[in-house]
Every structure is written in C-alpha cells, then in structure tokens.
C-alpha cells in the first residue's frame, strides 16, 4: 500500500511541483492550499505525513500544526518554509508536534530524505 502524503501550501504551483514530484517516488498525495482544506483532508484521507507550510497566506501554519496532531495525533508533519530556517520558529514547532522540517529553496530530493527519514518504509 502507498504512503499518503498531503502537500499544504498556498501556492498551487508548489503543490502541484512538489506533488508531481512526490507521486513519482511512489506516493499516493493529496493536496490543500488552505487550513481549513487540510483539516477536512486529514479527516477524511488520514495521510501517514503532512508537508506543511509554515506560512499559509493569512493563517498561522504552527496553529494547523496543533489542530493536525489533535486531529490525528500519529501523523507525521514536516513544515516546509520559504523563509529560510528561523531557528526560533522552528523550535517552536518541533515543540509544537513537527517531526522536521525543510526549506522550498532546497532542491526536492532534500524534501524526500526528510520525508524518508521520518517514514523509514517510504
């Protein structure tokens, strides 16, 4: 059975990439670009790991973070940021419940070795 991955970010063209991409590696993805989308998609699909951005346009991606591990405590979260790596905020959400997290400036195959390295039978 493939591994379901969501892809969360507001920018369809990243999903899309990022989706192409994952699907593939041999996954089976889902995509959201907004909170509320992806609360209603890990309800509905249980993905095995949730690639987040951690800066949604107008919500906070830390909160969906919280609202994903009440939902679905065993899903894994990697938060994707095009901010660069804000040590602070990125402790924040590994204290938050994320399992990891990359930058959308690295090149993709970073994203599948965290993605792998969290779901070690990917």
Do not use: W
């Not at 107008?58 to 040590?87: A, C």
Request: hydrophobic share 45%.
């Amino acid at each position: 059975m493939k591994q379901r991955l969501l892809i969360v970010d507001d920018e369809p063209q990243i999903r899309e990439l990022l989706g192409m991409f994952l699907e593939q590696k041999g996954f089976e993805i889902y995509r959201a670009g907004t909170a509320q989308e992806c609360l209603d998609r890990v309800k509905a699909s249980h993905p095995d790991l949730v690639v987040l951005d951690i800066n949604l346009a107008g919500e906070d991606g830390l909160e969906v973070l919280v609202q994903i591990k009440e939902l679905r405590p065993i899903t894994k979260v990697v938060m994707l940021t095009g901010m660069g790596f804000l040590e602070d905020l990125l402790k924040e959400a590994l204290n938050k419940g994320a399992d990891g997290y990359v930058s959308k400036v690295l090149p993709m195959d970073e994203l599948l070795a965290a993605i792998r390295r969290i779901l070690p039978a990917a």
